[in-house]
């Protein structure tokens, strides 16, 4: 078992900032690929930023360059640094934890992903 707890979603104008954090407890050590996805109301949950052992990272093209992903993982801790916010960036940000020989056949994937956060809201003000 995998407990997830997201925190840092708000409302920010865009062109804004926000770190988002997910603290992770359980079985960390197994389940250790974390990533963020992001759901918009109507739309399929999209992976944006996934990490394995603070160093092999994936990126949605779409994001590459305002979003980066970071571990620290003595604290069991994923980030996601998002900038230059942008209205269609609003949307239910959840993190996800997974085995990373799952996560490697397709870090982007929904079901690759065994433990789920509740979800932090972002919301862009134009």
């Known amino acids: 078992q995998v407990q997830l707890v997201e925190s840092g979603g708000g409302s920010v104008q865009a062109g804004g900032s926000l770190k988002l954090t997910c603290i992770a407890s359980?079985?960390?050590?197994?389940?250790?690929?974390m990533a963020w996805f992001r759901q918009i109301p109507g739309q399929e949950r999209e992976g944006i930023a996934a990490?394995?052992?603070?160093?092999?990272?994936y990126y949605v093209e779409s994001l590459k360059g305002r979003f980066t992903i970071s571990q620290d993982s003595a604290k069991n801790t994923v980030y996601l640094e998002m900038n230059d916010l942008k209205p269609e960036d609003t949307a239910l940000y959840y993190c996800?934890?997974?085995?990373?020989?799952?996560?490697?056949?397709?870090?982007?994937?929904?079901?690759?992903?065994?433990?789920w956060g509740q979800g932090t809201q972002v919301t862009v003000a134009s």
């Open positions: 359980g079985y960390t050590y197994i389940y250790s690929s």
């Open positions: 996800a934890a997974g085995r990373p020989s799952r996560v490697s056949l397709g870090p982007h994937l929904t079901q690759n992903y065994d433990y």
């Open positions: 990490i394995s052992n603070g160093a092999t990272k």
